[in-house]
């Protein structure tokens, strides 16, 4: 069974410009994660969805920060513009019920350096 | 405040050492713990559940206190595979959020031959 896939695994940009990642989770999954980890820090969420509604997105930087997920699989994060400080590691995951039960599927992220 | 303290270490420990991690948690009403590993440059994964009895899965022996709010990860004979981030993670609920996992920053795990 194929995994959380996410693209691109690597994004170099210079401030200002935009940049979005997309994520494939597990099929059959209903609930999807993204979450932003920095260099010796913890994963903190983003942004989650039941299905193609986002239930929980109060950490998420809306003037700059979008997501969507149509159709209630795929999905992506967009970032515009980009700032120095979104340098960061971008992990989507998904999980299997809306319960949260703890058992979260990461894919391998996307490591967007903003110069 | 963090929901979730750790201590980041690193440990680094002999093959065939044991060794302990611990973390803190802030919400008393937390539901659900666990722990996690994350090799270097790799994505989390599932170590195991915490339940309040303890449970054990081979070497790994976690324990949960829910008085003094802090669950501990015990590896017992380490292997050189055991190097990694271990990240203490909490299920909490707060206001109307269903149920939030928070990451630790992780302890990281060196052992050495």
């Known amino acids: 069974e194929a995994g959380v896939v996410q693209s691109p695994r690597y994004k170099i940009i210079e401030k200002k410009q935009p940049v979005a990642f997309w994520c494939n989770p597990i099929?059959?999954?209903?609930?999807l994660y993204w979450y932003l980890q920095n260099l010796g820090q913890g994963p903190e969420l983003l942004i989650r969805?039941?299905?193609?509604?986002?239930?929980?997105d109060s950490q998420l930087p809306k003037d700059r920060f979008s997501a969507e997920r149509l159709k209630g699989v795929d999905s992506t994060l967009k970032i515009q513009p980009a700032e120095l400080g979104d340098s960061a590691v971008y992990l989507c995951a998904s999980s299997a019920t809306d319960r949260n039960t703890g058992e979260l599927f990461f894919g391998e992220g996307s490591r967007l350096t903003v110069l | 405040r963090k929901e979730v303290e750790q201590d980041p270490g690193p440990f680094n420990v002999p093959e065939g050492a044991t060794v302990a991690f611990n973390c803190t948690y802030s919400?008393?009403?937390?539901?659900?713990f666990f722990w996690y590993r994350q090799d270097c440059r790799k994505e989390p994964k599932l170590l195991m559940s915490?339940?309040?009895s303890g449970n054990e899965d081979g070497r790994f022996t976690a324990q949960l206190n829910r008085a003094s709010q802090y669950i501990s990860l015990l590896i017992r004979d380490s292997k050189l595979s055991d190097s990694a981030t271990y990240l203490c993670v909490v299920n909490s609920i707060r206001g109307s959020t269903l149920g939030r996992l928070y990451f630790g920053r992780g302890t990281q795990l060196t052992v050495w031959p």
């Open positions: 099929s059959g999954h209903n609930t």
């Open positions: 969805y039941e299905n193609e509604e986002a239930v929980d």
């Open positions: 919400n008393s009403a937390s539901q659900s």
């Open positions: 915490v339940y309040s």
